[in-house]
């Protein structure tokens, strides 16, 4: 009030502002109360005639506008009014959006930023330091109703959730006052918006000390920022660290002195002076009706007190505001008390543009120009709405410019964060700037401001409903909760989430999997049987080893190869089945390592062939037993076979399997195949064979040739000789079915190298059955028991009628006796 009074005494006293004309004022007491703000509206309008306005005040005076109310609310209620008669009114501390309407509010302007700008500007705070999980208390008000309407109308979209919202009475209720406390105690956000007058605010500042609520961050609005009501000592343990938006402070020249030039003394009509100087010094003027310090506050407990309308003390005049310590005489802040300033000169400014109008243009388009006193207040309104796009200036001020809804248009608000000096003081810190305007908004907020967070770790306060789920995880929405609240689940395997707080998991490529914690994919781990894993090398070791047994066989058939034994039942095709059982034992080293295009092709058909000459030959020398078995049961000399005939079978028996490996290679060959089925976090290296089918028919000529080996061997097993390979063979045979029917089940339970592994156990445990069954017993003569390696202790004799047939698996050839059967037996 005071401020509007020495600028409208500023303006009176300058030459370029209505220079022949004079500014006056009436003051009317709201009381903070709507009733009362109307009430004062309406006796300043009204005049002798009950429905017509009073353009003039009770002074005589001209009325062309109303600045204020402070409150919202008050804002709201007069504004209605005074809208009616289209009498402008310039607001400079009612925020709230609600008078941006400017089809209701048609004739309010305010010179302070609309709620919509300061919503948007905490929303932007909060988005700076990551909460994502705050609280809101409002007063129980238009302003702080519609403030907080405003503020979360600016989330949408932003993942930034309310976790309650409360109001606070303007008149004390216990049962709502324990609400909005019970709403903070019981949640998680530790970030609160606090959009409320501070005179609202008392008994929550209270109630806040005395459930001991510290550990919270307050964002608040321009309405309690700086208000020296809350900003004491005693409450800072529970409201240090807040931060705010402020109105932009200001020096006003002369107005200290102004301040201290206040006296009853002066006026004795003055009852808010006498009112004031009572209440701040607590005495009571001489000779006044002006009741002392009448005041209604609220215990703890909900009960009102009312104090004495009367203090016994009377004041002398003597008293000094020097002498006082209270925000009347602090021009230190002086923010809202700017807008005042700003307000007065907005409506001087209109009234200086009328002054100087100029016939034919509005307002007096049709007639010449009229003067100020008889101007209707709509003729003032047409110029404000003239002028809205227009800017004035204060001296070396900023510019002020109305948008068409009457908010200003760019300005910026002080952030400022409360901080205690000493242990004695709390200072307003500006931290950082938020700047608007028609076409950006920009929150500033510099690195190396120091803001006080009041927390345990006084670093910035962590609000969240839950913590973003870390790498390897997804966030998953829970039913019936804000999206800020949700679950992490782990990345299913094969998908990864590489960057915190991730709706969903990103699946690993082909050949990739993901790792331990899901937070990265890596590289699947290659299986095959390598050589330098110790199964692959023990595989290869027996592989080795049974080569060099084969061949230390041959090595003895070479050098024993005129003995009786060697002789006995074909050399050559002895000399075969090593060569053979060599090439199967060497074969099994293909099966090792990692499978190239080449060994998956070589390697089934190199074991094909190699069983197909082991079997074959020893089928040639099973038909040779058996025949003479047949001789030797039916005492005939019919049945004979020529050598030659039995190395056809063999070269008959390689050619058809090699034809049918030539056709499985050119139709349907082998291939380097990666098996990604059967361990998803594996790749095993395999080799697909291509066709099943061929596969079965080329080594379903090994099974034939074996079937027909141990059956001509079985049949003739009773051969009457001292040493006779045909039981040997008999059981070689048998133990290469043995091992092949168990290598089946066994080969189809397992996976990956493991198949590979036994497929090469069963290889080399036929092939060493087959070595140790049929050459064993003949080395161990040969080399341990050399004298019995002589045709009379080899051969034995069959017992038949005709004793000039003499059967013996070690007899040689006879070309002089061509009815002999020995042409069966002979190498």
């Not at 956000?189 to 409320?196: E, F, G, H, R, T």
């Not at 497929?759 to 059955?769: P, R």
Request: charged share 20%.
């Amino acid at each position: 009030m005071k401020t509007m009074i020495h600028t409208i005494q500023e303006i009176n006293e300058r030459k370029d502002i209505l220079p022949q004309h004079t500014l006056g004022y009436q003051i009317f007491d709201t009381c903070r109360t709507v009733s009362k703000a109307m009430e004062s509206t309406v006796v300043m309008l009204m005049g002798q005639e009950e429905n017509k306005p009073n353009i003039r005040n009770s002074t005589g005076a001209y009325l062309l506008g109303v600045i204020g109310s402070g409150g919202s609310a008050l804002s709201i209620a007069t504004s209605r009014l005074l809208s009616l008669y289209r009498l402008p009114q310039m607001g400079y501390a009612s925020t709230t959006a609600l008078l941006s309407d400017d089809i209701e509010f048609s004739t309010y302007f305010r010179t302070i930023a609309s709620d919509k700008i300061q919503a948007h500007a905490m929303v932007k705070l909060v988005q700076h330091f990551g909460w994502v999980w705050v609280g809101t208390i409002a007063s129980d008000d238009d302003y702080g109703k519609y403030g907080v309407k405003e503020f979360k109308g600016n989330l949408e979209g932003l993942n930034i959730c309310i976790a309650f919202s409360e109001t606070i009475p303007k008149v004390y209720s216990n049962e709502k006052m324990q609400k909005a406390v019970n709403a903070i105690k019981g949640s998680s956000a530790k970030v609160i918006v606090l959009y409320a007058s501070d005179l609202d605010l008392s008994p929550f500042v209270l109630e806040m000390v005395y459930h001991n609520i510290t550990d919270r961050t307050w964002i608040a609005s321009e309405a309690w920022i700086t208000s020296a009501l809350l900003a004491k000592p005693e409450y800072f343990p529970y409201f240090g660290g807040s931060i705010g938006f402020a109105v932009p402070r200001s020096d006003i020249p002369g107005l200290k002195d102004f301040l201290y030039d206040v006296h009853p003394s002066k006026d004795p009509n003055d009852v808010l002076t006498i009112e004031f100087w009572q209440t701040a010094f607590n005495c009571t003027w001489p000779n006044s009706s002006v009741p002392y310090n009448l005041d209604h506050r609220v215990n703890m407990t909900g009960k009102a007190d009312r104090l004495e309308a009367t203090s016994d003390r009377l004041c002398t005049g003597e008293e000094r505001l020097e002498d006082l310590k209270n925000t009347y005489l602090d021009v230190s802040q002086l923010r809202i008390t700017n807008n005042v300033r700003q307000a007065v000169y907005a409506l001087a400014y209109i009234l200086q543009y009328l002054s100087k109008c100029k016939a034919g243009i509005p307002p007096a388009a049709n007639s010449r120009c009229s003067e100020l006193k008889t101007i209707e207040p709509w003729s003032v309104m047409y110029i404000v709405n003239t002028l809205r796009l227009t800017s004035y200036k204060i001296f070396d001020e900023i510019p002020v410019t109305f948008n068409s809804n009457g908010d200003i248009i760019a300005g910026h608000y002080d952030i400022l964060n409360w901080q205690l000096e000493g242990s004695k003081e709390v200072v307003f810190v500006k931290v950082g700037e938020y700047k608007f305007d028609n076409y950006k908004v920009e929150l500033i907020l510099p690195r190396n401001s120091t803001i006080f967070w009041n927390t345990v770790s006084s670093k910035v306060p962590h609000s969240v409903c839950t913590d973003l789920c870390p790498p390897g995880s997804r966030k998953v929405i829970e039913y019936g909760k804000e999206i800020c609240c949700f679950a992490c689940v782990p990345c299913a395997d094969g998908y990864v989430s590489e960057k915190p707080d991730k709706r969903e998991c990103t699946k690993c490529g082909e050949d990739y999997w993901s790792n331990e914690d899901r937070s990265k994919c890596v590289l699947k781990e290659v299986e095959f049987l390598a050589y330098d894993e110790a199964l692959g090398f023990t595989l290869v070791i027996l592989s080795i080893l049974g080569a060099l047994v084969a061949l230390a066989v041959t090595v003895v058939y070479v050098l024993y190869r005129n003995t009786p034994l060697v002789q006995a039942n074909d050399r050559e095709l002895s000399f075969l089945i090593q060569v053979a059982l060599l090439i199967i034992m060497l074969s099994s080293l293909i099966f090792i390592g990692k499978p190239h295009t080449w060994s998956c092709r070589a390697r089934q058909v190199t074991l094909a062939l190699g069983f197909a000459l082991c079997l074959s030959s020893i089928l040639g020398k099973t038909i040779s037993l058996f025949l003479a078995y047949r001789i030797s049961a039916s005492k005939t000399r019919l049945l004979s076979m020529r050598p030659v005939f039995r190395k056809l079978i063999v070269l008959l028996s390689v050619l058809v399997e090699t034809g049918i490996c030539i056709a499985y290679l050119l139709m349907r060959p082998p291939r380097v195949y990666k098996n990604m089925e059967s361990q998803v976090i594996k790749i095993i290296l395999e080799c697909n064979e291509g066709s099943i089918e061929f596969l079965c028919v080329v080594f379903g000529v090994d099974v034939l040739l074996a079937f027909l080996c141990f059956l001509s061997s079985f049949v003739a097993r009773q051969l009457p000789d001292n040493y006779y390979e045909g039981k040997c063979i008999t059981f070689g045979m048998l133990a290469f079915f043995i091992i092949w029917i168990s290598f089946v089940p066994a080969y189809l339970s397992t996976k990956g190298k493991f198949k590979v592994a036994v497929e090469i156990f069963a290889i080399l445990a036929s092939s060493y059955g087959l070595l140790g069954c049929i050459f064993a017993p003949k080395c161990f003569i040969i080399l341990l028991r050399p004298k019995k390696n002589t045709a009379e202790t080899v051969g034995g004799r069959v017992p038949t009628v005709d004793k000039s047939i003499q059967l013996t698996s070690a007899s040689v050839s006879s070309e002089q006796n061509e009815t002999a059967v020995s042409t069966v037996l002979d190498d």
